[in-house]
């Protein structure tokens, strides 16, 4: 019986984990320090292959397309 009620608490602590990380909001990015900069990624850490882009415009304006990979180098647009 108490095997049982072991089981249970520990289930009940896992849900509650996983509900509050599914709740919570996405992980916050500084929009602002992004503006004006371009990002390009790579499938490895050679930077032979491009498999990912992303820019933040000098007005902010967001658009990306691919996969984003820790594979990347950053550039300013000059804003």
Known sequence: MRNNRRLLLALA??????????????????????????????????HTTQVGYEVYECNCYHASWGVHTVYSTIDSLGC
């Open 13 to 46: 602590l896992c849900l509650t984990l996983a509900a509050t990380f599914l709740a919570a909001p996405p992980r916050a990015q500084a929009v602002i320090g992004r503006c004006g900069h371009e990002w390009f990624y790579y499938s490895d850490a050679t």
